[in-house]
């Protein structure tokens, strides 16, 4: 196989590569300038490209190994040859997809990092399931996330009932020891949602999932706004 670096014409997106004993005009729809795991903008060293036949559907498809110039880890692109390949032709090779994608995990208030670091733990570990398209584990992880979030916010208002609490449905903890009612609405609309993310046959959808992880921002926001108005009473009552 020819070495490709040369060959990349980065004006137009448009590569020969060999396939058989023949060379073939391939021109990609999409130019790759980010790195899909550390997320920097790069010019790409292509280290190896590949022409294969998927056997199962009988099409040609086009796989590339780059390398990341800033994270020094390589990432893989695919192609694929819509209209087949033929010499003499520019073919159009559309991208099908780039791997590994790199994982984000979302930030959290202090506020949020005191009360529950497991709710974080839980919750980023749901955020990289879901990133790594593996929504049925996502779903019922988010949902934990939601439990840890509530009961430790329960025991840090009742300490006292951190044995019962722990034990205690969420449902029921939700109705016993949340006092906040704006909050009690939005951890009973998360818990809902989060249910059906646990049961055997799910009632609903993705939708449902975006559903659940506004409501858990909900839950968090009305959490700090319940938590700062506290500091600011204990500030002017002083
Ligand atoms: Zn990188």
Same mark, same amino acid.
Request: charged residues 25%; contains cysteine; hydrophobic residues 35%.
């Given at each position: 196989m020819k070495k490709n670096i040369d060959k990349v014409d980065k004006s137009n997106k448009n590569i020969t590569i060999q396939y058989g004993d023949s060379? @073939?005009?391939?021109? #990609?729809?999409?130019? %790759?300038?980010?790195?899909?795991?550390?997320k920097h903008a790069i010019v790409p060293e292509e280290l190896n490209n590949t022409i294969f036949r998927d056997k199962n559907t009988g099409s040609l498809k086009l796989s590339f190994t780059y390398l990341c110039s800033n994270c020094f880890d390589t990432f893989i692109c695919q192609y694929m040859f819509v209209y087949?390949?033929?010499?003499?032709?520019?073919?159009?090779?559309?991208?099908?997809y780039i791997e590994p994608k790199g994982l984000t995990e979302e930030i959290f208030s202090d506020i949020i990092e005191d009360i529950s670091p497991e709710f974080i733990d839980f919750y980023n570990q749901s955020l990289n399931a879901e990133q790594m398209n593996l929504k049925a584990?996502?779903?019922?992880? @988010?949902?934990?996330? #939601?439990?840890?979030? %509530?009961?430790?916010?329960?025991?840090?208002n009742y300490p006292e009932k951190k044995d019962i609490i722990e034990k205690t449905p969420?449902?029921?903890?939700?109705?016993?020891?949340?006092?906040?009612?704006?909050?009690?609405?939005?951890?009973?609309?998360?818990a809902?949602?989060?249910?059906?993310?646990?049961?055997?046959?799910?009632?609903?959808n993705d939708k449902n999932l975006e559903g659940l992880k506004l409501f858990i921002k909900l839950t968090i926001?009305?959490?700090?706004?319940?938590?700062?108005?506290?500091?600011?009473?204990?500030?002017?009552?002083?």
């Amino acid at each position: 196989m020819k070495k490709n670096i040369d060959k990349v014409d980065k004006s137009n997106k448009n590569i020969t590569i060999q396939y058989g004993d023949s060379y @073939y005009n391939c021109e #990609l729809d999409t130019h %790759i300038r980010k790195c899909p795991k550390c997320k920097h903008a790069i010019v790409p060293e292509e280290l190896n490209n590949t022409i294969f036949r998927d056997k199962n559907t009988g099409s040609l498809k086009l796989s590339f190994t780059y390398l990341c110039s800033n994270c020094f880890d390589t990432f893989i692109c695919q192609y694929m040859f819509v209209y087949g390949i033929n010499k003499g032709h520019i073919n159009p090779a559309t991208l099908q997809y780039i791997e590994p994608k790199g994982l984000t995990e979302e930030i959290f208030s202090d506020i949020i990092e005191d009360i529950s670091p497991e709710f974080i733990d839980f919750y980023n570990q749901s955020l990289n399931a879901e990133q790594m398209n593996l929504k049925a584990i996502s779903g019922p992880g @988010y949902r934990k996330s #939601l439990e840890f979030l %509530i009961k430790d916010f329960a025991i840090k208002n009742y300490p006292e009932k951190k044995d019962i609490i722990e034990k205690t449905p969420l449902a029921r903890c939700i109705d016993d020891y949340i006092d906040n009612q704006t909050i009690k609405d939005v951890a009973k609309a998360a818990a809902w949602l989060g249910n059906d993310q646990t049961h055997y046959k799910q009632k609903h959808n993705d939708k449902n999932l975006e559903g659940l992880k506004l409501f858990i921002k909900l839950t968090i926001s009305w959490i700090e706004l319940n938590e700062n108005t506290k500091i600011a009473k204990q500030f002017i009552s002083q």
